[in-house]
């Protein structure tokens, strides 16, 4: 921080890392918003008795994450692959670079044992996905509170 604000000003650089700030902040929400509050995702709660989740983990993962965006590299490049958000969980310490090819092998073994695989292909969809789920949750909250 020091070398930019000596050579640009405090002014400069502190406008300059608020715009950053922001702009990071909202590309994260994105990505994360699209990949776990989309309509098709679960959010299970733990057993009140036990204490535990009823799914094993990786079932959890693929109940409970998205991809989006699958088709669009522009955006893979862009996110660092977290558009894969469901390989991204199952297997956090390969590179993103091989997430395009371990979706297509999840997703067959997915479909051969009947387990959810979680997928937007297009933005667009996740968005428009997001924002139903957004509604669906709000109808939920109003209708809980006229009761």
Request: proline share 4%; glycine share 6%.
């Amino acid at each position: 921080m020091a070398v930019p604000i000596y050579t640009l000003g405090f002014s400069t650089w502190l406008i300059g890392f608020v715009i950053y700030g922001c702009f990071a902040g909202f590309v994260l929400s994105i990505v994360f918003q699209l990949a776990h509050t989309v309509e098709d995702t679960q959010f299970p709660l733990a057993s009140a008795e036990t204490g535990r989740m009823e799914d094993e983990w990786a079932l959890h993962q693929l109940k409970t994450t998205a991809n989006f965006a699958t088709r669009n590299r522009l955006i893979s490049w862009l996110v660092g692959g977290l558009n894969f958000q469901v390989e991204h969980h199952l297997f956090p310490r390969i590179s993103h670079v091989h997430y395009p090819a371990i979706s297509k092998i999840i997703k067959k073994a997915c479909q051969d044992f009947g387990f959810p695989y979680i997928e937007y292909p297009k933005m667009r969809l996740a968005v428009a996905s997001h924002v139903t789920h957004l509604k669906n949750l709000s109808r939920k909250v109003a209708g809980s509170i006229s009761k």
